[in-house]
């Protein structure tokens, strides 16, 4: 997955800037016609509008985010976990929680090793936060996984373990 340009916070603040003069423009250019129609809109029109709009946009951003970064991954590729979760700053999140993090793989870069184990990259996607790959080994047919530089433990009900070894290969 790659991420090109700006990310995290400062990408969400320079959109909700950006439509915050553009509801301004529109809102500014409507109360002026509607002055030059006789009509008399209240002066806190504006800056009401232009809060409605920067609210809106935040909302918006925070619920589509999650469409946008998994329709970014490779063909295939499939999501394994989503974290959710509230924020402070984001009240209504407490109602419908909002997706912040989710873990994808690629089939498709599955790797079976000599030993008939497999290997798969893990990747772990984070909504203001930096997509970080991990290497992860799977053996199929003793149940177990082993996280990079880590030791073999068992699977249980890893996510990415069922995905890894319901795709076939040497054990799986």
């Keep these: ?22 509801a301004f423009a529109v809102l500014y250019a409507g109360m002026h016609a509607a002055r030059k129609a006789g ?22 951003n925070d619920y589509a985010w999650f469409d ?29 929680p909002v997706e912040v993090r989710f873990a994808a793989l690629d089939p ?11 290997s798969a990259q893990i990747m772990l996607v984070e909504r203001r936060g930096q997509t970080i790959v991990v290497p992860q080994d799977f053996d199929c047919a003793g149940a177990r996984i082993r996280p ?11 996510a990415a373990f069922d995905a890894v070894c319901a795709h076939g290969g040497p054990n799986g």
């Design 148 to 158: 990079a530089r880590g030791d073999w433990m068992p699977a249980g009900d890893d």
């Design 39 to 60: 009509l008399s809109p209240p002066p806190w029109l504006l800056t009401a509008g232009i809060g409605l709009a920067m609210v809106s946009y935040s909302v918006w």
């Design 108 to 118: 498709a870069q599955i790797a079976d090793a000599a030993d008939g184990t497999r």
């Design 68 to 96: 946008r970064a998994r329709g970014a991954l490779p063909d295939g590729a499939q999501v394994l976990i989503v974290g959710r979760d509230s924020q402070m700053w984001a009240p209504w999140t407490y109602l419908v």
């Design 1 to 22: 997955m790659n991420e090109v340009g700006m990310a995290g916070m400062g990408a969400d603040l320079l959109g909700v800037f950006a439509v915050a003069v553009g």
